[in-house]
C-alpha cells in the first residue's frame, strides 16, 4: 500500500538526536563509557511524601475512573502555592491544569492562533515554541537573543510592522537553552510592549526555581499588568522532578484560561487522578528539598563549567536551569559536527546548538545530570581525548 504522509509529518524529523543515540549505543557495545549530558532529565528522584501519595492513591480502584477536570483541591493548592513562593494571588478560574507544558504548548496556539496569524518566538530556543505555532499553520518570527545583549531581546529591534502584525509571542526565563536569568526591568518592558500592540505573552517558568549566585526569580505574574496581557505555565517537572508524571500548570489571564480549558475537553480526559493526588501533596509540601536539590545543581554547574575551563574550553557559569550553554571551542564552526566528535573521542553527549534555532550555531548544550564526581570524570575524559588541541 502506498502511504502518503501529511506535509506537516514530513516537515518533522529526527535529525541530530538519532544519530547521536544511534552514536551512543554503538560506544555502549563497544564497551565505552559514556556521559550522556543531552538529555534534561533529572537524576534526582521526587520527594518521598510526593511518593508516598501517589502510591497511596494509586491502591485505590475509585481513582482509576476519568478525572474530566481538575481536583478542588488541586486548585486551592496550587493558589496558595502561588501566593506563598510568589506573591501572586490567583482566582479559581486564572488556572488550569495540563499533562506537561510541552503539551500547553502546542495545542495553547490551538486556543490563539488561526492560520496565518504571527507569532514572536525566541532564537534560539526551546523547539516546541515554534513547533506549537506551526502545528496550527501560524507564521513565525524569530527574535534573535545575542549574548552581546545578555540573550534578551530589544524591543527596538523588532519592526514595528512586525509587532503590529503579531498575536502572541512567546518567553522563557530562566532560558533554556541559554541558561539566563532575565532582569526585573525585562518584564516591565515585556508587559509595555504587549499592552502597546495588544500581543498576548506566553511565558514558560519551567526553571524558576533553579536559578544560581543568590538570584531570585519573580513569577511573570506578580508584575504589574501581566494578567491583562498574557499567561504562564508553572511545571512541576524540574522544581519536584516529577517529569513522567506530567504536571504543569497555565496561570494568568481568565479568558485565555477559560477558551483553553473548553478547547481541551475536546481532547483529553483529565489527568490521572494519583497524579494529581501526587501534586497536591508537591504543592502543600515542604519546600526544603527543593532549595537542597538548586544547591546541589549550582555545584555541578561550578564543577562542569569550572573543570572545562581549567582544561581550555571557555564555558560560563549558567544563571539558571539545569543546564550549561557553552560555545564552541577554538577551532570548530559546527555544533553539529562537534558534538560526533566529542562523543567518539570522549564519550561525552551533549545537544548541538543548532537544534535550537540558526543563532544557537556556535554553541552545544549540557545537561547537569551527573553527580560532581561523574562531571569530573567526563572533563577529564575531554581532556585527554585531545578534542581541545584543534586548532
Not at 22 to 33: D, I, N, P, V, Y
Not at 142 to 164: Q, T
Request: aromatic share 12%; hydrophobic share 40%; glycine share 8%.
Amino acid at each position: 500500500m502506498d502511504i502518503t504522509f501529511s506535509d506537516k509529518a514530513n516537515s518533522i524529523q529526527a535529525g541530530i538526536f538519532a544519530t547521536l543515540n544511534a552514536k551512543k549505543e554503538e560506544l555502549l557495545r563497544q564497551g565505552k563509557t559514556v556521559y550522556n549530558l543531552s538529555v534534561g532529565t533529572p537524576d534526582f528522584k521526587p520527594p518521598q511524601h510526593v511518593m508516598e501519595a501517589v502510591s497511596e492513591a494509586a491502591r485505590k480502584p475509585e481513582n482509576y475512573k476519568y478525572s474530566l477536570v481538575e481536583l478542588p483541591e488541586l486548585i486551592t493548592s496550587v493558589q496558595a502555592f502561588y501566593q506563598r513562593r510568589f506573591g501572586v494571588s490567583l482566582e479559581t478560574n486564572e488556572i488550569m491544569e495540563l499533562y506537561g507544558s510541552q503539551e500547553g504548548m502546542t495545542h495553547i496556539a490551538w486556543t490563539l492562533c488561526n492560520p496565518g496569524d504571527l507569532v514572536l518566538v525566541p532564537n534560539p530556543g526551546y523547539p516546541i515554541f515554534d513547533i506549537g505555532p506551526q502545528l496550527c499553520d501560524a507564521a513565525l518570527w524569530e527574535y534573535p537573543l545575542y549574548e552581546k545583549n545578555g540573550f534578551l531581546p530589544d524591543f527596538d529591534d523588532i519592526p514595528e510592522e512586525v509587532a503590529k502584525k503579531a498575536k502572541l509571542m512567546v518567553v522563557s526565563y530562566p532560558a533554556n537553552p541559554i541558561c539566563r536569568v532575565a532582569p526585573d526591568s525585562f518584564y516591565e518592558d515585556l508587559i509595555a510592549f504587549a499592552k502597546k500592540y495588544q500581543i498576548i505573552i506566553l511565558h514558560d517558568s519551567a526553571y524558576s526555581d533553579i536559578v544560581y549566585g543568590g538570584r531570585t526569580c519573580r513569577s511573570f505574574l506578580s508584575f504589574e499588568g501581566a494578567k491583562e496581557v498574557g499567561i504562564e505555565f508553572y511545571s512541576l517537572s524540574k522544581t519536584f522532578n516529577y517529569t513522567g508524571a506530567r504536571v504543569s500548570f497555565a496561570l494568568g489571564n481568565a479568558d485565555v484560561i477559560q477558551k483553553f480549558k473548553s478547547m481541551r475537553t475536546q481532547y483529553d480526559y483529565g489527568t490521572f487522578l494519583p497524579v494529581q493526588i501526587g501534586a497536591i501533596a508537591a504543592l502543600n509540601g515542604p519546600f526544603d528539598s527543593v532549595l537542597r536539590q538548586c544547591e546541589k545543581y549550582e555545584e555541578r554547574n561550578r564543577t562542569l563549567c569550572g573543570g572545562l575551563r581549567s582544561i581550555g574550553w571557555n564555558v560560563p557559569d549558567s544563571e539558571g536551569t539545569m543546564f550549561v550553554w557553552a560555545p564552541l571551542p577554538e577551532g570548530y564552526t559546527d555544533s553539529n559536527e562537534f558534538c560526533l566528535t566529542l562523543m567518539e573521542k570522549s564519550g561525552v553527549i551533549c545537544t548541538p546548538g543548532s537544534s535550537f534555532g540558526s543563532l544557537g550555531e556556535g554553541y552545544v548544550r549540557m545537561a547537569l545530570v551527573l553527580p560532581p564526581e561523574k562531571l569530573l570524570e567526563a572533563v577529564e575524559s575531554i581532556r585527554v581525548s585531545g578534542v581541545l588541541s584543534v586548532s
